[in-house]
């Protein structure tokens, strides 16, 4: 493209942002709350139903779905993806080729990658990455953890920082955690590995074997008391 000048280029800026104010109107005018017309972009096709509300500095991509009652918190992407009914997406959130169920919610800076399932009253909080997952319904997902290429059953919980290690330096593994299965927080769980139903796994844990059901698992080093430790020597 040629260079334009100053005034050609605001001309520009101008039209596209009338563009969006044209949407957003739109929304407005069918029911929908949006905070602030003037920070609102739609790079696509968004529908929403009967409920919803849009805070500032939101972005919409590709095809996008807001059912009946949904909530998009500030400074929140959408792209390609699909919202149940009372379902809330908190500040700072990405959410991209994914598919949400009714009454969840996600973050505040939580990342829902391509191929995410997520059921129905699910809690995926702040700081917490899924990748390629299929998490159903009750599970509870709230504190900076990773899941990646997992498939979790009903009321599953997973504790703070706990990880599935999925790649294996060459391909892809998955992880299944059964109904009711608790993780414990700072687990690593080295996939391919299947966490059978109503088992818990010990916080700090490192899981490369499948666990049976209904049982406490322990993988970690003993704890080690030194007696009179005077701390490390000071340097001259």
């Given at each position: 493209?040629?260079n334009?000048?100053i005034?050609e280029a605001?001309k ?5 942002r009338e ?5 957003a109107?739109k ?6 709350v949006?905070r602030?017309p003037q ?12 409920g ?9 991509e590709?095809?996008v779905?807001l059912?009946d009652g949904?909530?998009i ?5 959408l ?6 009914k009372?379902t809330?997406i ?12 009714e009454k969840?919610?996600?973050?505040p ?5 391509p191929g995410?399932r997520i059921g129905?009253s699910?809690?995926i ?6 990748k390629n ?5 009750r599970?509870?997902?709230?504190h900076?953890s990773f ?9 599953v919980t ?6 599935t ?10 992880t299944?955690i059964?109904e009711?299965a608790?993780?414990g ?5 080295v996939?391919?590995l299947?966490v059978n139903?109503n088992?818990t796994?010990?916080s ?9 059901g209904d049982?406490?698992?322990?993988a ?9 430790w005077k ?6």
């Amino acid at each position: 493209m040629d260079n334009i000048t100053i005034t050609e280029a605001k001309k520009i800026a101008q039209k596209e942002r009338e563009v969006q104010l044209k949407k957003a109107y739109k929304l407005i005018a069918a029911g929908v709350v949006v905070r602030d017309p003037q920070r609102l972009d739609i790079r696509g096709t968004l529908v929403c139903g009967k409920g919803v509300e849009i805070d500032i500095n939101v972005v919409f991509e590709g095809d996008v779905l807001l059912e009946d009652g949904v909530i998009i918190g500030a400074n929140c992407i959408l792209r390609n993806c699909k919202i149940g009914k009372d379902t809330q997406i908190n500040p700072f959130s990405l959410v991209e080729e994914a598919i949400i169920g009714e009454k969840s919610f996600v973050g505040p800076y939580g990342r829902l990658r391509p191929g995410t399932r997520i059921g129905n009253s699910v809690q995926i909080g702040n700081f917490v990455e899924i990748k390629n997952s299929n998490i159903a319904s009750r599970c509870r997902i709230n504190h900076l953890s990773f899941l990646g290429d997992a498939d979790l059953a009903e009321n599953v919980t997973i504790g703070a920082g706990t990880i599935t290690c999925n790649h294996d330096g060459i391909g892809v593994n998955r992880t299944t955690i059964e109904e009711g299965a608790y993780i414990g927080s700072g687990c690593n769980l080295v996939a391919p590995l299947k966490v059978n139903a109503n088992s818990t796994i010990a916080s700090g844990s490192t899981i490369t074997e499948d666990v049976a059901g209904d049982t406490l698992t322990i993988a970690r080093s003993r704890q080690v008391e030194i007696k009179n430790w005077k701390g490390p020597k000071s340097r001259k």
